[in-house]
């Protein structure tokens, strides 16, 4: 099946530093990832729809100079928190649309704990 | 009024029991219809997927789907304590849009 990788799966970071987010598909191309981020005991909220080789389309509410999110190939997006303060720490999950495939299907990766000092 | 509306719990149920998962919507343009399961601390993973009404079986999981009521409903049946997790309703308007979500379900079986 298909398989969507995180990396790293867990950071802790002092406040005002960046950290860079990996989401890889392992077997197929994705032209369209998705970042969510899922607080305690609540749902997914998607913070951007990243297209590959084009800008990302953020949500409303989503400072887009604060995440950054680059899709440079068609198995790879990355979300940049920069300056990150202790509200960012959340857990952070992407997942990908398999673009060879006529159904709506995402598939997810396994989400990254950010934590901020 | 959120788009979608799902009953946190925490649901807990001895195993072997049916269990019901239900979640209500407000956009009577949604088309695609899923249920994820989520253990803790990592993705989720699609269970069932159901375009427009009716029901879907697969294994002991049953989704259903009532757009007159705007609502559907996971059952499953001979509950498993591996089924221990949190179940995130999800739904979107067409293929290539956006994903709405519940909030997800925590359900606790009891061996």
């Known amino acids: 099946g298909a398989v969507v990788s995180q990396h790293p799966s867990w950071v802790i970071c002092k406040s005002g530093t960046s950290v860079k987010i990996e989401c890889r598909s392992l077997?197929?191309?994705?032209?369209?990832m998705f970042w969510y981020r899922q607080f305690p005991k609540q749902s997914l909220m998607l913070m951007a729809t990243?297209?590959?080789?084009?800008?990302?389309?953020?949500e409303q509410g989503v400072e887009k100079d604060k995440f950054l999110i680059n899709h440079a190939s068609l198995t790879l997006s990355t979300l940049t928190v920069t300056s990150a303060h202790p509200e960012d720490s959340s857990f952070y999950i992407c997942?990908?649309?398999?673009?060879?495939?006529?159904?709506?299907?995402?598939?997810f990766g396994p989400g990254t704990r950010l934590t901020v000092l | 009024q959120k788009e979608v509306e799902q009953d946190p719990g925490p649901l807990s149920v001895p195993e072997g029991a049916i269990v019901s998962l239900n979640c209500t919507y407000s956009?009577?343009?949604?088309?695609?219809f899923m249920w994820y399961r989520q253990y803790s601390r990592k993705g989720p993973e699609l269970l069932m997927y159901?375009?427009?009404?009716g029901n879907k079986e697969d294994g002991r999981f049953t989704a259903q789907v009532d757009k007159s009521s705007k609502y559907i409903s996971l059952f499953i049946r001979d509950s498993q304590p591996s089924d221990s997790a949190t179940y995130l309703c999800?739904?979107?308007?067409?293929?290539?849009?956006?994903?709405?979500f519940g909030t997800g379900t925590s359900l606790t079986v009891i061996p």
């Open positions: 999800a739904m979107c308007v067409g293929a290539g849009n956006q994903f709405y």
């Open positions: 956009n009577s343009a949604f088309q695609y």
């Open positions: 159901t375009y427009s009404s």
């Open positions: 077997d197929f191309q994705a032209t369209t």
């Open positions: 997942s990908a649309r398999d673009t060879f495939q006529t159904y709506n299907e995402q598939f």
């Open positions: 990243s297209n590959e080789g084009s800008k990302a389309t953020y």
